[in-house]
Every structure is written in C-alpha cells, then in structure tokens.
C-alpha cells in the first residue's frame, strides 16, 4: 500500500525519503550514542564514514575492539554490509594518512583494528 501511494506521488516519496532517513538518525543516535545529520545519511558511502566516526571516537587502541563488537558490528549489520571489509577500508584510510603528523598514532590504531578483523579461510 505504501509502494502505491509513493509512486502515485513524488512528494509522497520524499517524505517517504526523509522519515527513513529520520528513523535512521534515531536508530543510530539510539543504539550507537552517535549524533548523524541528515546530510550524511545520502551520502553513497555514508557507512563508511559511520563506521570512521565509530572508531575514531575510541581514544586508546587497545579499546578498538571492544568498540567493533559493541557498536561497528551491530551497525554493519543493520547496514547489511560486511564488518571486516568495513575495518579495511578504516584501515587503508588511516594507512593512507601515516605521513601526516601524528602518525605513530595511526599506525598504533591501524595494528589493533586489524586485529579485530576476523581469520577467515
């Protein structure tokens, strides 16, 4: 019934468009104590840069792990997108920024979150 009345309607899906995207702002606000503008949610890789901000919030290394099972994992999920595909492209970010200042930093983050990516064979 939903599907009919967008299509009749294209102001129908807008609204449509923004309640889903308002929903998703609340789910991560909610289950990921994470604040995410509207404007980031249509954004093609807007999981990537979630997954980031996860992450990125998490000072210490050796606490990247934690942050994964508890918030990136379930996020990716919901996303229907792979965690440890997600993990790489984190890491390929922060190795891509070593040469920058503080990139000891980085590496250190780079080694525990790649710790964190599961062993598959």
């Not at 899906?13 to 889903?20: A, C, D, S, T, W």
């Not at 909610?30 to 990537?48: A, F, G, T, Y």
């Not at 996860?54 to 099972?69: G, N, S, T």
């Not at 993990?87 to 000891?104: F, H, I, K, R």
């Amino acid at each position: 019934l939903m599907e009919e009345a967008i299509q009749g309607d294209p102001g129908t899906g807008q609204i449509y468009e923004l309640y889903r995207q308002l929903q998703a702002s609340a789910h991560i606000r909610l289950k990921h104590d994470l604040k995410v503008r509207l404007s980031e949610l249509r954004e093609d890789q807007m999981h990537r840069r979630i997954v980031a901000r996860l992450l990125d919030r998490v000072i210490a290394p050796e606490l990247l792990c934690e942050e994964v099972r508890a918030h990136v994992a379930p996020f990716c999920e919901w996303q229907a997108i792979d965690v440890d595909e997600a993990l790489q492209e984190y890491v390929l970010e922060l190795a891509d920024s070593l040469c920058l200042p503080c990139g000891d930093v980085r590496l250190e983050r780079a080694t525990a979150v790649t710790q964190c990516i599961s062993r598959k064979s």
